[in-house]
């Protein structure tokens, strides 16, 4: 079972930076951005309930990648709403905040993984 959670992560994780590296066009637009951020913000759900079942996460500290989670999802959700009310600086720099800290924990789970 560990196996297999290990290769979810792994593969979770490795899609989300795949895109580039086989020629796909990164995201260029707003709208292509924030929807790559809600990719990663799935992502980063699904790694840390995988890396939990696998033990390779303690509960506290799946909580704290949670509550982490949370602020990223509430900061996209508001750069959502600041664009469709034409606020574009804030948009993006709550796309970038949310970016850099879903960024972070994809990091902080890669380190977690056990060999």
């Known amino acids: ?6 290769v979810t992560i792994g ?3 490795w899609l989300l930076t795949a895109c580039t590296s086989v020629g796909l066009q990164p995201a260029q637009s707003f709208e292509q951005r924030l929807a790559y951020a809600y990719g990663m913000h799935t992502a980063v759900l699904t ?9 390779q ?3 506290e500290d799946a909580a704290a990648v949670l509550r982490l989670s949370d602020e990223a999802r509430a900061a996209l959700d508001a ?12 948009a993006e720099s709550r796309l970038a905040l949310a970016t ?3 960024t972070e924990l ?4 890669n380190e977690r993984e056990l060999p």
């Not at 079972?1 to 290990?6: G, L, P, V």
């Not at 994809?106 to 789970?109: A, D, E, H, I, T």
Request: glycine fraction near 4%.
């Open 47 to 55: 790694a840390t309930a995988n890396a939990v079942e696998a033990g």
């Open 79 to 90: 750069s959502r709403l600041a664009a469709q009310a034409g606020s574009m600086t804030t």
């Open 100 to 102: 850099s800290i879903l």
């Open 106 to 109: 994809q990091k902080y789970l």
């Open 11 to 13: 593969a979770l994780l």
């Open 1 to 6: 079972m560990q196996t297999r959670s290990r």
């Open 57 to 59: 996460l303690d509960n």
